[in-house]
């Protein structure tokens, strides 16, 4: 199994990223995907999360707006769009299946 995250990176205030999770080893069809992301010294929090059809999404308040959350289920992806960046939303990102299979996470840095 597994998740592999890529896209992170340093960006400026107000900027995007597009956050990709390449899934394989298991039945991506099969589970809800979710990114949660985790900053120095605090707890993971989960950012978004799909159902395993792409037809339901849920949002973190803090990124309600500026993020989007989709997947392909024919290239066993999930994607996170991440718009108006801001400073506190620099962190590690990880991908997850139902919490059951995570990846190994890409750095997230917005700064000036």
């Known amino acids: 199994v597994q998740l592999v995250e890529s896209g992170g990176g340093l960006v400026q205030p107000g900027g995007s990223l597009r956050l990709s999770c390449a899934a394989s080893?298991?039945?991506?069809?099969?589970?809800?995907m979710s990114w949660y992301r985790q900053a120095p010294g605090k707890e993971r929090e989960l950012v978004a999360s799909i159902s395993s059809a792409g037809g339901a999404t849920t949002y973190a308040d803090s990124v309600k707006g500026r993020f989007t959350i989709s997947r392909d289920n024919t290239k066993n992806t999930v994607y996170l769009q991440m718009n108006s960046l801001k400073l506190e939303d620099t962190s590690v990102y990880y991908c997850?299946?139902?919490?059951?299979?995570w990846g190994q996470g890409t750095q997230v840095t917005v700064s000036s």
């Open positions: 080893g298991f039945t991506f069809t099969r589970y809800v």
């Open positions: 997850s299946a139902s919490r059951y299979y």
